[in-house]
């Protein structure tokens, strides 16, 4: 006995089975997205990318002290901190957007000038370092104004398109050295 194979039902679905297979457009582009989220060099090439046009911007604006700007390149918990100003400050670390920016529109109207010169730089996925040396008067109510060059180091933190964490770290030294010497008779 013979069986009867009826293939016209098939028909269709082995077309389309042998269009995609024969369609290198569709797979291929397939394939490259999974490479490219696959390739961590990519990957990490791509966030640093995105991390230092970011950086950039957040470095003007704050240099400039251009508050306006800065704001929507922060995010709502952002944290900023400076270890080695506690010391000579107090702490000044702040937590959140809105205590940081009340933090920048009351201390940095005490900076009188801020010269910020990059030595060097370098942007490692979702973090930016700027090594500088920063030039700087600071007039503090009621006291001489006291200018200071120092050694700094600035990093920021990237997520989601946001500065997440800004730290800096300085050494402060000069400025002591010089506010000592104002103090002397």
């Known amino acids: 006995m013979r069986t009867k194979y009826c293939f016209k039902p098939l028909l269709p679905c082995l077309y389309v089975a042998l269009s995609l297979l024969t369609s290198g457009g569709a797979i291929a582009a397939a394939a490259k997205a999974d490479a490219a989220t696959a390739d961590p060099a990519a990957q990490y090439a791509a966030l640093s990318s995105e991390t230092r046009q970011l950086a950039e911007?957040?470095?003007q604006a704050y240099l400039r002290k251009d508050w306006a700007?800065?704001?929507?390149?922060?995010a709502e918990q952002i944290r900023f901190l400076d270890p080695t100003a506690k010391l000579v400050f107090g702490d000044v670390d702040q937590h959140g957007?809105?205590?940081?920016l009340k933090y920048f529109h009351t201390v940095y109207p005490y900076i009188d000038t801020h010269e910020f010169k990059v030595g060097s730089s370098f942007v490692a996925g979702n973090k930016a370092v700027f090594i500088a040396e920063t030039d700087w008067s600071f007039a503090h109510p009621g006291l001489p104004v006291v200018r200071s060059k120092a050694p700094i180091i600035l990093t920021l933190t990237v997520e989601d398109g946001r500065v997440i964490e800004h730290t800096e770290m300085a050494d402060l030294q000069s400025f002591l050295n010089q506010r000592q010497a104002?103090?002397?008779p």
């Open 69 to 74: 700007t800065l704001e929507p390149l922060m």
């Open 57 to 59: 911007r957040y470095l």
């Open 97 to 100: 957007k809105p205590a940081l």
């Open 182 to 184: 104002l103090k002397k």
